[in-house]
């Protein structure tokens, strides 16, 4: 009798990073959930692309900065397979603006980029935890560079993935043995999200200046960080880790704001 397949949430996969990564998962023997929170129609493309790779899915529309919108994305999952093998957390969110730029950054602000980034993350955590200790299962955080760096779109989404890097650390600490706990965290990812930031021309001069600054010289696709997200989903002795893939950034890039306006 073949075991049953594993089952993976994937939190705002309607584009991008999520879309990747689902598509990579389902192509590797998962069934998915695909989540958005506005982008339906790109959600449902993403839905249609895991389920011509060979995997069962299911759409849910949540935002995860909302406890409710968190337990009934879980509810749906399990009332669907009956079991959560693997749960990334990927929504996120961002204001593009300078550090001198305080009067885009006002408090609502900060705290919708926290609740997405940061509480909607752990609330994602807690809903799928019984179920992720009950198969062992793994969470996989999409961070960034920003949090280990200082360096970013704008304080608040920096602030934001700082506080997930620790909340990693802490939780692989407090969930071990049961579930394992990891983060990758880019540098400049070529994403239509990046672009809509900042428009056409400010994405390119902002990447030709990350890749002049990188040791390797290049941006992350998507892909690439899918390819990341995946091999720790795998890596069963591997927990408590913030995997940079920032093309060496880390070793010493020079740590300039890198929206070039």
Same mark, same amino acid.
Request: aromatic share 4%; glycine share 10%; net charge neutral.
């Given at each position: ?16 990073? !999520? ?9 590797? !023997? ?46 749906? =999952?399990? %009332? ?48 799928? /935890? ?18 280990? /760096?200082?360096? !970013?779109?704008?304080? +608040? ?28 965290? +880019?540098? /400049? ?12 021309? !400010?994405? %390119? ?5 990350? %890749? ?8 992350? =696709? ?34 300039? +704001?890198?929206?070039?306006?």
């Amino acid at each position: 009798m073949n075991a049953p397949r594993q089952v993976a949430i994937v939190t705002g996969s309607a584009t991008g990073v !999520g879309a990747a990564t689902a598509l990579m998962l389902a192509q590797r !023997g998962f069934d998915v959930v695909v989540n958005y929170s506005r982008s339906e129609e790109e959600a449902r493309e993403t839905q249609r692309s895991c389920e011509a790779a060979g995997a069962a899915t299911l759409l849910v529309r949540g935002d995860v900065s909302s406890d409710a919108d968190c337990v009934g994305l879980v509810r749906q =999952t399990v %009332e669907r397979w009956g079991r959560i093998d693997t749960l990334v957390n990927n929504a996120g969110i961002s204001v593009f603006a300078e550090a001198a730029a305080w009067d885009a950054l006002d408090a609502s602000t900060f705290a919708r980029i926290m609740g997405v980034n940061v509480v909607g993350a752990f609330q994602m955590i807690r809903a799928c /935890l019984p179920h992720l200790k009950g198969s062992r299962g793994n969470v996989v955080n999409v961070s960034s560079i920003a949090g280990s /760096l200082g360096i !970013g779109s704008s304080v +608040p989404y920096i602030a934001s993935k700082g506080a997930l890097n620790s909340m990693t650390l802490h939780m692989a600490r407090t969930l071990a043995p049961d579930v394992r706990v990891n983060a990758v965290c +880019p540098g /400049l990812i070529t994403t239509r999200w990046f672009v809509d930031g900042v428009g056409q021309a !400010g994405f %390119e001069k902002t990447r030709a200046a990350y %890749e002049a600054m990188a040791p390797l010289g290049v941006a992350c =696709t998507p892909q690439d960080v899918a390819e990341a997200i995946v091999w720790l989903i795998h890596a069963r002795t591997v927990s408590g880790e913030l995997v940079q893939l920032d093309s060496g950034m880390h070793l010493g890039g020079r740590a300039a +704001p890198l929206i070039q306006r």
